[in-house]
């Protein structure tokens, strides 16, 4: 069977994608190639053929890729952190900006003993999942209205479970009801949360507008309604120096911190720029407890 050039391949994928108004045409073509080929991004240049059939499928995924259906969903997964979950239709998909407030959280509970984490808006539980792979000794649940959503989030906890993972808690609950959680009450360690907070109407981009739920998207006419709901939430969820991270639209990096700030049982309310310098996620502590 005739082989091909992965070069080539490569070359062409790349301006496809360009002409498609992918934004980082190279860096898709590449990890397109790597899923198919089965070779690390780095090494690729190691393959200089591959068999027409690998050749094939790989133009194939490319030819989806080009369409703007999300790179995740052509591969199949999305990661985030230590964490790797299916995603499709009706779930949203997670983005690497994600892994700041990640980041953030683990750091924030490095030095808490089998802390109690909740995901608020978990989606398919991508962010609930990273925190229980990064610290099996946590107790980890994960909120989520959206039936769809739901059931890509069991799907990916039973995955992490059979995989020898610790087990997350889902709830089918709607962060706007302040009682959502009545059982953790005044005990959690750490919210975190990635709401909808894309203002309606805001343009985005095909892989959003046209593959993920608007409903996971977008958040009212400023994009702060199930924000302000979270943080309401938050604050009867957080134990006494407790801490709260909510990522948020690059144009509310006022606005959030300002509704963290109207809350008296918040403090050391800060805001956090992603690696670009934009506004995107904001971050506060419950008070300590009053001295008796």
Known sequence: MTRQSLRLALSEAEKMLAAAGVPSPRVDAELLAEHVVGVPRGRLVTVPLVEAAVAERYRRLVERRATREPLQHVLGAAVLGPATVVVGP?????????????????????????????DLCTGSGALALAVATARPDATVHAVEVD???????????????????????????????????????????????????????????PEVAEWDPPG????????????????????????????????????????????????????????????????????ARRVDRPAT
């Open 90 to 118: 009706g779930v949203f998909t997670p983005r690497p900006e994600t892994e700041l407030l990640l980041r953030w959280g683990l750091d924030t509970v490095a030095d808490v003993a089998s802390p109690l984490v909740v």
């Open 216 to 283: 996971a998207v977008f958040g009212g006419p400023d994009g702060l309604e199930i924000i302000r709901a979270v943080v309401t939430l938050s604050a009867a969820l957080l134990r006494y120096g407790g801490w709260l991270a909510i990522e948020h639209d690059d144009t509310q990096g006022e606005a959030v911190p300002a509704l963290l700030h109207r809350r008296r049982v918040l403090t050391d309310v800060q805001e956090h720029r992603d690696l670009a310098g934009r506004p995107r996620f904001a971050t």
């Open 147 to 205: 039936h769809e959503a739901l059931a890509w989030a069991r799907r990916n906890v039973a995955a992490h479970v059979a995989a020898g993972g610790t087990s997350v808690t889902l709830h089918a609950a709607d962060v706007r009801r302040s009682d959502a959680l009545p059982e953790l009450e005044s005990r959690v360690d750490l919210v975190l949360c990635n709401p909808p907070y894309v203002p309606d109407g805001t343009p985005v981009p």
